[in-house]
């Protein structure tokens, strides 16, 4: 039955004055119990490495864009799997400044136990957003000071190591990505050279120009023939309507007439075209040669002849048109030709077309990827003259960087819990711990022991309450009792403090 909570107070008194001598049982029992618990406790020390990420140097702004500084993503979680891995905690668990002589001729075992054990007590800490800490915690403080030493020395090498081969094998990577582009543009430029050597038609625009240009002279070409067959047919009406010969009447010269009458065509011929045309060639030749027959004629010895009455003679004007005819005809010859010539011309440029459009599928592709591989290529080379520059930075230390900007300190104390903190806990828990026994009893026990519980378990008002009464005989006696339990706990308290302050001040050890 639930104790009430006015009563308690009264009820653990009562209750530990009756027990005196189990409460100062069990205050010794817990007080050393603690005080031994403090003396077993695996105490341990720990010793710290602060380091520096150098991510603001100078060389940053100057080289932005021209190169890529190794950057490192939630750095202490990148350094507690470095400093984890199996190269770094291996050295360490070998090195005999560390562990002894024989720490480098361990079983494997042996040795799997130890890397487990330096993994278990290396810790890495942020601090900030440029700083995190490297601890390792160990029994020996001398040995915490040396391992985190090391750590940090192993940890900054081994950064400095992998920054450089990352940027090394970036460069090689890029570079060999380089030399395999040069091939296959150099492959592919030489298969577009063969190509065009062997297929010389010539590109689609230029057989379209070519096209264009024979049907254009095709065209040309018509018109002129249809202009000579039209100045054809008009001459040979014109020669029908003409009399081929002339009925020459008396002359004292036909010779003359004929002159005169050719010179009259001369002139008007002369009025429309240059002496160099060909009609008035032909006039003047026939001039000279009717000039020479009469010369002939009046030099003979029958000047009779000269004179002749109702002669028929040829008309100019017939043999004129008819001279005129058939160069026009000729014409008309000749541009049929040209016009045949230019459909075979425009037949072989059509089956050109048919070959350059079988090879454009082909030279599409060749050139297609030509492009795309100089594309790659181009870009590859500005890659790796980043690269470049970038190996050049981390091998001279430049970009993101690592320092100790605090070494290890010998540590001068325990981590966690120290001895004095179990001393000091051992003799309050051994003082409360009677108390909080009784305490915790009392809500547990059924019988009634004050008035309040009567009253709500029957339910019935309680009219009297009889106190306790002791003879003096009994008074005395339990006088004598707290009195000697009284100088045992203080004998037991000053044996307790005496055995904390000598183990504190090195006198136990």
């Not at 400044?97 to 330096?118: H, M, N, Q, S, V």
């Not at 063969?194 to 038609?201: A, E, I, R, T, W």
């Not at 027959?293 to 000047?303: D, I, K, V, Y």
């Given at each position: 039955?639930?104790?009430?909570?006015?009563?308690?107070?009264?009820?653990?008194?009562?209750?530990?004055?009756?027990?005196?001598?189990?409460?100062?049982?069990?205050?010794?029992?817990?007080?050393?119990?603690?005080?031994?618990?403090?003396?077993?406790?695996?105490?341990?020390?720990?010793?710290?490495?602060?380091?520096?990420?150098?991510?603001?140097?100078?060389?940053?702004?100057?080289?932005?864009?021209?190169?890529?500084?190794?950057?490192?993503?939630?750095?202490?979680?990148?350094?507690?799997?470095?400093?984890?891995?199996?190269?770094?905690?291996?050295?360490?668990?070998?090195?005999?400044?560390?562990?002894?002589?024989?720490?480098?001729?361990?079983?494997?075992?042996?040795?799997?136990?130890?890397?487990?054990?330096?993994?278990?007590?290396?810790?890495?800490?942020?601090?900030?957003?440029?700083?995190?800490?490297?601890?390792?915690?160990?029994?020996?403080?001398?040995?915490?000071?040396?391992?985190?030493?090391?750590?940090?020395?192993?940890?900054?090498?081994?950064?400095?190591?992998?920054?450089?081969?990352?940027?090394?094998?970036?460069?090689?990577?890029?570079?060999?990505?380089?030399?395999?582009?040069?091939?296959?543009?150099?492959?592919?430029?030489?298969?577009?050279?063969?190509?065009?050597?062997?297929?010389?038609?010539?590109?689609?625009?230029?057989?379209?120009?070519?096209?264009?240009?024979?049907?254009?002279?095709?065209?040309?070409?018509?018109?002129?023939?249809?202009?000579?067959?039209?100045?054809?047919?008009?001459?040979?009406?014109?020669?029908?309507?003409?009399?081929?010969?002339?009925?020459?009447?008396?002359?004292?010269?036909?010779?003359?007439?004929?002159?005169?009458?050719?010179?009259?065509?001369?002139?008007?011929?002369?009025?429309?075209?240059?002496?160099?045309?060909?009609?008035?060639?032909?006039?003047?030749?026939?001039?000279?040669?009717?000039?020479?027959?009469?010369?002939?004629?009046?030099?003979?010895?029958?000047?009779?002849?000269?004179?002749?009455?109702?002669?028929?003679?040829?008309?100019?004007?017939?043999?004129?048109?008819?001279?005129?005819?058939?160069?026009?005809?000729?014409?008309?010859?000749?541009?049929?030709?040209?016009?045949?010539?230019?459909?075979?011309?425009?037949?072989?440029?059509?089956?050109?077309?048919?070959?350059?459009?079988?090879?454009?599928?082909?030279?599409?592709?060749?050139?297609?990827?030509?492009?795309?591989?100089?594309?790659?290529?181009?870009?590859?080379?500005?890659?790796?003259?980043?690269?470049?520059?970038?190996?050049?930075?981390?091998?001279?230390?430049?970009?993101?960087?690592?320092?100790?900007?605090?070494?290890?300190?010998?540590?001068?104390?325990?981590?966690?819990p120290r001895f004095s903190t179990f001393a000091v806990a051992g003799l309050f828990l051994g003082l409360l711990a009677p108390f909080g026994l009784v305490a915790g009893?009392?809500?547990?026990?059924?019988?009634?022991?004050?008035?309040?519980?009567?009253?709500?378990?029957?339910?019935?008002?309680?009219?009297?309450?009889?106190?306790?009464?002791?003879?003096?005989?009994?008074?005395?006696?339990?006088?004598?009792?707290?009195?000697?339990?009284?100088?045992?706990?203080?004998?037991?308290?000053?044996?307790?403090?005496?055995?904390?302050?000598?183990?504190?001040?090195?006198?136990?050890a």
């Amino acid at each position: 039955m639930d104790m009430p909570l006015s009563q308690l107070p009264n009820e653990i008194l009562r209750e530990v004055r009756s027990r005196k001598w189990l409460a100062l049982v069990l205050f010794t029992v817990v007080s050393f119990g603690v005080l031994l618990a403090g003396f077993l406790w695996p105490y341990k020390y720990e010793s710290q490495v602060v380091i520096f990420v150098d991510d603001r140097n100078i060389i940053r702004p100057l080289m932005e864009g021209s190169a890529v500084t190794t950057q490192i993503n939630d750095r202490a979680s990148a350094a507690q799997e470095l400093l984890w891995s199996r190269s770094i905690m291996e050295t360490i668990a070998k090195d005999t400044a560390l562990f002894g002589p024989d720490a480098a001729t361990l079983e494997p075992e042996e040795l799997e136990d130890r890397i487990a054990t330096l993994r278990r007590n290396v810790s890495v800490e942020p601090r900030g957003d440029s700083y995190f800490s490297i601890g390792f915690a160990a029994a020996s403080p001398n040995q915490a000071f040396q391992v985190a030493q090391k750590l940090g020395q192993l940890f900054i090498e081994e950064t400095s190591e992998r920054k450089r081969a990352e940027s090394r094998n970036a460069y090689e990577f890029i570079d060999k990505q380089v030399k395999s582009y040069e091939q296959q543009l150099a492959s592919v430029e030489e298969r577009l050279k063969n190509f065009l050597s062997v297929n010389v038609d010539g590109t689609e625009s230029e057989a379209n120009q070519r096209i264009a240009s024979l049907r254009g002279q095709i065209e040309v070409a018509e018109m002129e023939r249809q202009e000579l067959m039209t100045r054809a047919r008009s001459l040979e009406g014109e020669l029908a309507r003409i009399n081929p010969m002339l009925l020459q009447g008396r002359s004292e010269d036909i010779y003359q007439t004929r002159i005169q009458s050719l010179q009259e065509q001369l002139d008007n011929l002369r009025l429309k075209y240059h002496d160099t045309y060909p009609d008035i060639v032909i006039l003047r030749e026939q001039i000279d040669e009717l000039r020479k027959q009469r010369q002939q004629a009046l030099a003979s010895e029958n000047p009779e002849r000269v004179v002749r009455d109702g002669e028929s003679i040829s008309n100019p004007v017939y043999q004129e048109v008819r001279s005129s005819l058939a160069e026009t005809r000729a014409s008309i010859q000749t541009t049929e030709t040209r016009i045949r010539a230019l459909k075979l011309l425009l037949a072989e440029q059509a089956r050109r077309m048919e070959r350059i459009q079988d090879n454009k599928a082909e030279y599409a592709e060749l050139t297609r990827d030509m492009e795309v591989n100089k594309e790659i290529y181009d870009d590859l080379l500005k890659r790796r003259e980043k690269a470049r520059v970038s190996m050049h930075l981390d091998v001279e230390g430049q970009g993101l960087n690592y320092r100790i900007n605090e070494a290890a300190q010998f540590p001068r104390g325990t981590s966690g819990p120290r001895f004095s903190t179990f001393a000091v806990a051992g003799l309050f828990l051994g003082l409360l711990a009677p108390f909080g026994l009784v305490a915790g009893l009392l809500q547990i026990d059924p019988r009634i022991r004050a008035r309040q519980q009567l009253e709500e378990s029957l339910g019935f008002p309680v009219l009297a309450e009889l106190p306790e009464m002791k003879t003096p005989y009994e008074k005395r006696r339990e006088r004598r009792v707290l009195r000697l339990v009284i100088l045992c706990g203080i004998a037991v308290a000053l044996v307790y403090v005496s055995i904390a302050v000598g183990t504190m001040m090195g006198v136990i050890a």
